[in-house]
Protein backbone atom coordinates (compact mmCIF):
# COMPACT_ATOMS: atom_id res chain seq x y z
CA UNK A 1 0.00 0.00 0.00
CA UNK A 2 0.64 3.67 -0.22
CA UNK A 3 0.72 5.65 2.79
CA UNK A 4 1.88 9.38 3.50
CA UNK A 5 3.21 9.74 7.52
CA UNK A 6 3.82 12.62 8.74
CA UNK A 7 6.54 12.85 11.28
CA UNK A 8 6.15 15.98 14.71
CA UNK A 9 9.49 14.85 16.16
CA UNK A 10 8.64 17.87 18.69
CA UNK A 11 11.12 18.95 21.59
CA UNK A 12 13.67 17.09 24.28
CA UNK A 13 14.26 13.50 22.61
CA UNK A 14 11.23 13.44 20.53
CA UNK A 15 13.56 13.95 17.70
CA UNK A 16 15.61 11.22 19.21
CA UNK A 17 13.15 8.47 19.47
CA UNK A 18 11.19 9.31 16.58
CA UNK A 19 14.00 8.95 14.39
CA UNK A 20 14.37 5.10 15.67
CA UNK A 21 10.53 4.85 15.12
CA UNK A 22 10.77 6.45 11.58
CA UNK A 23 13.80 3.88 11.40
CA UNK A 24 11.46 0.74 11.95
CA UNK A 25 7.96 1.99 9.79
CA UNK A 26 10.82 2.20 6.65
CA UNK A 27 12.01 -1.38 6.98
CA UNK A 28 8.33 -2.66 7.45
CA UNK A 29 7.66 -1.11 3.98
CA UNK A 30 10.83 -2.68 2.44
CA UNK A 31 9.70 -6.26 3.95
CA UNK A 32 6.87 -5.89 3.28
CA UNK A 33 6.88 -4.49 0.07
CA UNK A 34 4.72 -0.87 0.75
CA UNK A 35 5.54 2.88 0.37
CA UNK A 36 5.87 4.86 3.03
CA UNK A 37 5.96 8.94 2.30
CA UNK A 38 7.48 10.60 5.46
CA UNK A 39 7.03 14.20 5.89
CA UNK A 40 8.53 16.06 9.07
CA UNK A 41 6.92 19.64 10.78
CA UNK A 42 7.31 21.05 13.43
CA UNK A 43 4.92 21.18 16.59
CA UNK A 44 5.50 22.49 20.09
CA UNK A 45 8.21 24.58 21.82
CA UNK A 46 10.69 24.77 18.51
CA UNK A 47 7.26 25.39 16.71
CA UNK A 48 6.91 28.80 18.72
CA UNK A 49 10.60 29.52 18.96
CA UNK A 50 10.68 29.20 15.10
CA UNK A 51 6.90 30.27 13.88
CA UNK A 52 5.55 31.62 17.14
CA UNK A 53 2.70 29.31 16.81
CA UNK A 54 3.29 25.76 18.91
CA UNK A 55 0.98 24.52 15.89
CA UNK A 56 1.62 25.92 12.29
CA UNK A 57 -0.72 26.47 9.32
CA UNK A 58 1.34 24.48 7.35
CA UNK A 59 1.94 21.47 9.87
CA UNK A 60 -2.16 21.22 10.49
CA UNK A 61 -2.19 20.70 6.40
CA UNK A 62 -0.19 18.30 6.49
CA UNK A 63 -1.67 16.35 8.98
CA UNK A 64 -5.17 16.62 7.37
CA UNK A 65 -3.43 15.24 4.57
CA UNK A 66 -1.59 12.46 5.96
CA UNK A 67 -2.76 8.99 6.58
CA UNK A 68 -0.95 9.07 10.24
CA UNK A 69 0.98 10.93 12.34
CA UNK A 70 3.89 10.00 14.71
CA UNK A 71 4.58 12.67 17.53
CA UNK A 72 7.91 12.44 19.82
CA UNK A 73 6.84 14.92 22.70
CA UNK A 74 6.42 18.27 23.07
CA UNK A 75 7.46 20.97 25.77
CA UNK A 76 10.11 21.35 28.27
CA UNK A 77 11.51 23.79 31.03
CA UNK A 78 12.29 26.53 28.12
CA UNK A 79 8.33 27.07 27.84
CA UNK A 80 7.86 26.82 31.06
CA UNK A 81 6.97 30.52 31.65
CA UNK A 82 3.14 30.76 32.98
CA UNK A 83 3.28 33.89 31.70
CA UNK A 84 3.53 33.31 28.13
CA UNK A 85 0.92 34.00 25.73
CA UNK A 86 1.25 30.57 24.72
CA UNK A 87 2.48 27.21 25.29
CA UNK A 88 3.85 23.74 23.69
CA UNK A 89 0.84 21.96 24.75
CA UNK A 90 -1.37 23.88 23.13
CA UNK A 91 -0.35 22.67 19.76
CA UNK A 92 -1.29 19.19 20.72
CA UNK A 93 -4.93 19.81 22.61
CA UNK A 94 -5.34 22.13 19.40
CA UNK A 95 -4.65 19.21 16.97
CA UNK A 96 -6.58 16.60 18.59
CA UNK A 97 -9.57 19.16 18.38
CA UNK A 98 -8.78 19.80 14.92
CA UNK A 99 -8.48 16.44 13.71
CA UNK A 100 -12.08 15.09 15.55
CA UNK A 101 -9.41 12.62 17.37
CA UNK A 102 -11.70 11.82 20.08
CA UNK A 103 -11.12 7.97 21.13
CA UNK A 104 -7.33 7.18 23.17
CA UNK A 105 -6.60 4.36 22.73
CA UNK A 106 -3.32 2.97 25.76
CA UNK A 107 -2.58 -0.19 25.98
CA UNK A 108 -0.68 -1.33 28.80
CA UNK A 109 0.95 -4.94 29.26
CA UNK A 110 2.91 -6.40 31.71
CA UNK A 111 6.61 -7.54 29.71
CA UNK A 112 7.11 -11.24 31.17
CA UNK A 113 11.08 -9.67 31.47
CA UNK A 114 10.33 -6.39 32.65
CA UNK A 115 7.50 -8.29 35.59
CA UNK A 116 10.27 -7.58 38.59
CA UNK A 117 10.66 -3.82 38.14
CA UNK A 118 7.17 -3.59 38.80
CA UNK A 119 5.75 -2.05 41.78
CA UNK A 120 3.09 -4.84 42.37
CA UNK A 121 4.39 -8.51 42.92
CA UNK A 122 4.71 -10.55 39.82
CA UNK A 123 1.92 -12.60 40.74
CA UNK A 124 -0.51 -10.13 40.31
CA UNK A 125 1.17 -8.30 37.44
CA UNK A 126 1.48 -11.41 35.09
CA UNK A 127 -0.78 -11.57 32.24
CA UNK A 128 -1.77 -8.08 32.40
CA UNK A 129 -2.86 -7.05 28.79
CA UNK A 130 -5.13 -4.33 29.05
CA UNK A 131 -6.21 -1.96 26.11
CA UNK A 132 -7.77 1.29 27.97
CA UNK A 133 -10.12 3.36 25.47
CA UNK A 134 -10.62 7.16 26.67
CA UNK A 135 -12.92 9.49 25.13
CA UNK A 136 -11.01 12.38 24.35
CA UNK A 137 -12.58 15.49 23.36
CA UNK A 138 -15.27 15.79 25.78
CA UNK A 139 -16.69 15.39 29.07
CA UNK A 140 -16.07 17.71 32.02
CA UNK A 141 -12.84 19.00 30.42
CA UNK A 142 -14.53 20.45 27.96
CA UNK A 143 -17.95 21.57 29.40
CA UNK A 144 -19.36 24.98 31.09
CA UNK A 145 -17.34 26.03 33.82
CA UNK A 146 -17.48 29.50 35.70
CA UNK A 147 -16.52 30.99 38.95
CA UNK A 148 -18.64 33.20 40.73
CA UNK A 149 -17.87 35.71 43.85
CA UNK A 150 -20.22 35.21 46.80
CA UNK A 151 -21.43 38.24 48.72
CA UNK A 152 -18.80 36.78 51.60
CA UNK A 153 -15.93 37.39 49.74
CA UNK A 154 -15.73 33.59 49.40
CA UNK A 155 -15.74 31.92 45.70
CA UNK A 156 -17.83 29.24 44.47
CA UNK A 157 -16.69 26.81 40.98
CA UNK A 158 -18.56 24.55 38.85
CA UNK A 159 -17.25 22.27 35.73
CA UNK A 160 -20.08 20.33 34.12
CA UNK A 161 -19.47 16.69 32.10
CA UNK A 162 -21.39 16.92 28.98
CA UNK A 163 -21.88 13.94 26.97
CA UNK A 164 -24.48 13.16 23.81
CA UNK A 165 -25.28 9.84 22.90
CA UNK A 166 -23.95 10.29 19.86
CA UNK A 167 -20.39 10.94 21.85
CA UNK A 168 -20.28 8.09 23.75
CA UNK A 169 -21.53 5.55 21.42
CA UNK A 170 -18.87 6.65 18.81
CA UNK A 171 -16.13 6.18 21.17
CA UNK A 172 -17.66 2.61 22.83
CA UNK A 173 -17.80 1.22 19.14
CA UNK A 174 -14.30 1.83 18.76
CA UNK A 175 -13.38 -0.11 22.49
CA UNK A 176 -15.62 -3.02 21.15
CA UNK A 177 -14.46 -3.81 17.92
CA UNK A 178 -10.71 -3.54 19.67
CA UNK A 179 -12.06 -6.17 22.03
CA UNK A 180 -13.64 -8.32 18.81
CA UNK A 181 -10.00 -8.07 17.74
CA UNK A 182 -8.28 -8.86 21.53
CA UNK A 183 -10.43 -11.70 23.81
CA UNK A 184 -13.74 -10.40 22.91
CA UNK A 185 -14.42 -8.70 26.70
CA UNK A 186 -15.23 -5.37 26.90
CA UNK A 187 -15.81 -3.15 30.59
CA UNK A 188 -17.42 0.00 30.54
CA UNK A 189 -16.29 2.18 33.59
CA UNK A 190 -18.75 5.27 35.18
CA UNK A 191 -20.22 6.08 37.81
CA UNK A 192 -23.84 5.36 37.36
CA UNK A 193 -24.88 4.89 41.77
CA UNK A 194 -23.91 9.05 41.63
CA UNK A 195 -23.97 10.76 38.05
CA UNK A 196 -26.87 11.39 35.37
CA UNK A 197 -23.94 11.59 32.70
CA UNK A 198 -22.72 8.13 33.43
CA UNK A 199 -26.34 6.85 33.64
CA UNK A 200 -26.24 8.18 30.18
CA UNK A 201 -23.40 6.13 29.23
CA UNK A 202 -24.62 3.10 31.00
CA UNK A 203 -27.91 2.99 28.54
CA UNK A 204 -26.21 4.15 25.71
CA UNK A 205 -23.54 1.31 25.60
CA UNK A 206 -25.97 -1.40 26.75
CA UNK A 207 -28.32 -0.51 23.81
CA UNK A 208 -24.97 -0.27 21.49
CA UNK A 209 -23.55 -4.08 22.52
CA UNK A 210 -27.08 -5.61 22.37
CA UNK A 211 -27.58 -4.56 18.46
CA UNK A 212 -24.13 -4.79 17.79
CA UNK A 213 -21.79 -6.49 19.36
CA UNK A 214 -23.91 -9.12 21.09
CA UNK A 215 -20.51 -11.36 21.03
CA UNK A 216 -18.91 -10.02 23.33
CA UNK A 217 -18.37 -10.70 27.09
CA UNK A 218 -19.35 -6.85 28.53
CA UNK A 219 -19.61 -5.65 32.33
CA UNK A 220 -19.61 -2.22 34.01
CA UNK A 221 -17.90 -1.61 36.94
CA UNK A 222 -17.84 1.50 39.23
CA UNK A 223 -14.82 3.92 38.77
CA UNK A 224 -14.00 3.81 42.29
CA UNK A 225 -14.19 0.19 42.32
CA UNK A 226 -12.32 0.09 39.54
CA UNK A 227 -9.31 1.94 40.65
CA UNK A 228 -8.61 -0.94 43.56
CA UNK A 229 -9.57 -3.66 40.89
CA UNK A 230 -6.36 -2.26 39.01
CA UNK A 231 -4.19 -2.91 41.47
CA UNK A 232 -5.94 -6.24 42.95
CA UNK A 233 -6.83 -7.85 39.71
CA UNK A 234 -4.73 -6.22 36.65
CA UNK A 235 -5.28 -9.35 34.50
CA UNK A 236 -8.63 -9.97 34.77
CA UNK A 237 -9.42 -7.07 31.78
CA UNK A 238 -9.11 -7.14 28.31
CA UNK A 239 -10.78 -3.41 26.70
CA UNK A 240 -11.77 -0.62 29.63
CA UNK A 241 -14.09 2.15 27.39
CA UNK A 242 -14.89 5.50 30.13
CA UNK A 243 -14.88 9.00 29.77
CA UNK A 244 -12.56 11.83 29.54
CA UNK A 245 -11.78 12.24 33.26
CA UNK A 246 -11.96 8.44 34.47
CA UNK A 247 -9.89 7.40 31.45
CA UNK A 248 -7.28 10.25 32.16
CA UNK A 249 -7.23 9.19 35.82
CA UNK A 250 -7.45 5.39 35.68
CA UNK A 251 -4.74 5.44 32.12
CA UNK A 252 -2.12 6.82 34.95
CA UNK A 253 -2.67 4.73 37.38
CA UNK A 254 -2.75 1.61 35.16
CA UNK A 255 0.72 3.29 33.23
CA UNK A 256 2.18 2.68 36.79
CA UNK A 257 1.76 -1.39 36.63
CA UNK A 258 4.28 -2.56 33.93
CA UNK A 259 7.27 -0.80 35.95
CA UNK A 260 8.23 1.63 33.27
CA UNK A 261 6.77 4.39 31.91
CA UNK A 262 9.60 4.24 28.94
CA UNK A 263 7.61 1.26 27.01
CA UNK A 264 3.95 2.60 26.71
CA UNK A 265 2.73 4.14 23.36
CA UNK A 266 -0.84 5.50 22.82
CA UNK A 267 -2.98 6.53 19.64
CA UNK A 268 -5.96 9.42 19.38
CA UNK A 269 -8.20 8.38 16.27
CA UNK A 270 -11.14 10.01 15.13
CA UNK A 271 -13.95 7.95 12.56
CA UNK A 272 -12.14 8.63 9.79
CA UNK A 273 -8.96 10.95 8.95
CA UNK A 274 -5.10 10.22 10.43
CA UNK A 275 -4.65 9.09 13.62
CA UNK A 276 -2.01 10.76 16.28
CA UNK A 277 0.30 7.88 17.66
CA UNK A 278 3.02 8.92 20.02
CA UNK A 279 4.95 7.25 23.53
CA UNK A 280 2.51 8.19 26.91
CA UNK A 281 6.04 9.93 28.27
CA UNK A 282 7.36 13.67 27.92
CA UNK A 283 9.91 15.18 26.39
CA UNK A 284 12.45 14.10 28.85
CA UNK A 285 14.44 17.27 29.02
CA UNK A 286 16.90 15.94 31.53
CA UNK A 287 18.11 13.15 28.96
CA UNK A 288 17.54 14.69 26.01
CA UNK A 289 20.43 14.94 23.34
CA UNK A 290 22.78 12.45 25.54
CA UNK A 291 20.96 9.44 23.29
CA UNK A 292 20.13 7.34 26.10
CA UNK A 293 16.44 7.97 25.79
CA UNK A 294 14.07 4.68 25.12
CA UNK A 295 12.82 4.51 22.00
CA UNK A 296 10.61 1.02 22.52
CA UNK A 297 7.09 3.45 23.77
CA UNK A 298 7.60 5.25 19.80
CA UNK A 299 8.54 2.02 18.15
CA UNK A 300 5.22 0.69 19.57
CA UNK A 301 3.40 3.62 18.65
CA UNK A 302 4.21 3.04 15.71
CA UNK A 303 3.47 -0.39 15.79
CA UNK A 304 0.32 1.11 16.59
CA UNK A 305 -0.14 3.60 13.40
CA UNK A 306 0.16 0.70 11.28
CA UNK A 307 -2.80 -1.45 13.07
CA UNK A 308 -5.15 1.59 13.75
CA UNK A 309 -4.66 3.74 10.65
CA UNK A 310 -2.97 1.57 7.89
CA UNK A 311 -5.01 -1.12 9.26
CA UNK A 312 -1.94 -3.52 8.18
CA UNK A 313 -2.23 -5.92 11.17
CA UNK A 314 0.76 -8.29 10.34
CA UNK A 315 3.22 -5.85 10.45
CA UNK A 316 1.94 -4.27 13.65
CA UNK A 317 1.75 -7.72 14.96
CA UNK A 318 5.53 -8.19 13.49
CA UNK A 319 6.86 -4.86 15.49
CA UNK A 320 5.54 -6.02 18.66
CA UNK A 321 6.91 -9.49 18.56
CA UNK A 322 10.58 -7.92 17.45
CA UNK A 323 10.51 -5.52 20.28
CA UNK A 324 9.11 -8.71 22.76
CA UNK A 325 12.48 -10.72 21.24
CA UNK A 326 14.94 -7.74 22.07
CA UNK A 327 13.95 -7.36 25.82
CA UNK A 328 13.98 -10.99 26.19
CA UNK A 329 17.17 -11.19 24.89
CA UNK A 330 18.34 -9.03 27.67
CA UNK A 331 18.87 -5.74 25.97
CA UNK A 332 17.86 -2.38 28.02
CA UNK A 333 18.44 0.73 27.33
CA UNK A 334 19.69 2.50 31.44
CA UNK A 335 15.38 3.72 32.28
CA UNK A 336 14.78 -0.11 32.15
CA UNK A 337 17.98 -1.95 33.20
CA UNK A 338 18.56 -3.46 36.60
CA UNK A 339 21.52 -1.92 38.59
CA UNK A 340 24.61 -3.48 37.72
CA UNK A 341 23.41 -4.23 33.75
CA UNK A 342 24.64 -2.70 30.92
CA UNK A 343 22.59 -0.52 28.74
CA UNK A 344 22.54 0.70 24.95
CA UNK A 345 21.69 3.75 24.06
CA UNK A 346 18.79 4.98 21.45
CA UNK A 347 20.39 3.66 18.24
CA UNK A 348 21.64 0.62 19.41
CA UNK A 349 17.92 0.21 20.61
CA UNK A 350 16.37 1.40 17.87
CA UNK A 351 19.07 -0.75 15.37
CA UNK A 352 18.06 -4.40 17.35
CA UNK A 353 14.52 -4.00 16.75
CA UNK A 354 15.23 -3.76 13.06
CA UNK A 355 17.49 -7.00 13.30
CA UNK A 356 14.70 -8.78 15.23
CA UNK A 357 12.28 -7.60 12.16
P1 LIG B 1 5.56 15.89 30.66
O1 LIG B 1 5.08 17.05 31.47
O2 LIG B 1 5.86 16.23 29.24
O3 LIG B 1 4.73 14.67 30.84
P2 LIG B 1 7.35 14.93 32.64
O4 LIG B 1 8.55 15.63 33.18
O5 LIG B 1 6.15 14.77 33.48
O6 LIG B 1 7.01 15.58 31.25
P3 LIG B 1 8.76 12.89 31.25
O7 LIG B 1 9.28 13.90 30.32
O8 LIG B 1 8.09 11.71 30.67
O9 LIG B 1 7.73 13.46 32.25
O10 LIG B 1 9.95 12.44 32.18
C1 LIG B 1 9.78 11.78 33.43
C2 LIG B 1 11.05 10.99 33.78
O11 LIG B 1 11.08 9.81 32.95
C3 LIG B 1 12.34 11.74 33.47
O12 LIG B 1 13.32 11.46 34.45
C4 LIG B 1 12.76 11.21 32.13
O13 LIG B 1 14.15 11.26 31.93
C5 LIG B 1 12.24 9.78 32.15
N1 LIG B 1 11.87 9.34 30.79
C6 LIG B 1 10.77 9.71 30.10
N2 LIG B 1 10.74 9.16 28.89
C7 LIG B 1 11.86 8.40 28.80
C8 LIG B 1 12.40 7.56 27.77
N3 LIG B 1 11.80 7.39 26.59
N4 LIG B 1 13.57 6.95 28.03
C9 LIG B 1 14.18 7.10 29.21
N5 LIG B 1 13.73 7.85 30.20
C10 LIG B 1 12.58 8.51 30.01
MG1 LIG C 1 3.96 14.63 33.02
Known amino acids: MN????????????????????????????TFGHTFEFSTHAIGGNAIDDFGDPLPEATLTACRNSDAILLGAVGGPKWDDPNAKTRPEAGLLRIRKELGLFANLRPITAQE?????????????QGTDILFVRELTGGIYFGES??????????????????????IERVVRIAAIAARQRSGHLTMVDKANVLEVSRLWRRVTERLIRAEFPDLKYDVVLVDAMAMHLISRPSTFDVVVTSNLFGDILTDEGSMLPGSMGLLPSASIGSSGPGLYEPIHGSAPDIAGKGVANPLATIL?????????????????????AVDQVLAQGFRTRDIAPKGHPSIGTEEMGQQVLDAL
Open 3 to 30: ARIVLLPGDGIGPEVTAQGRKVLEKVAK
Open 113 to 125: CLIDASPLKREIV
Open 146 to 167: GLTKNADGSETAFSTATYSTHE
Open 301 to 321: AAAMLLRHSLKLESEAKAVET
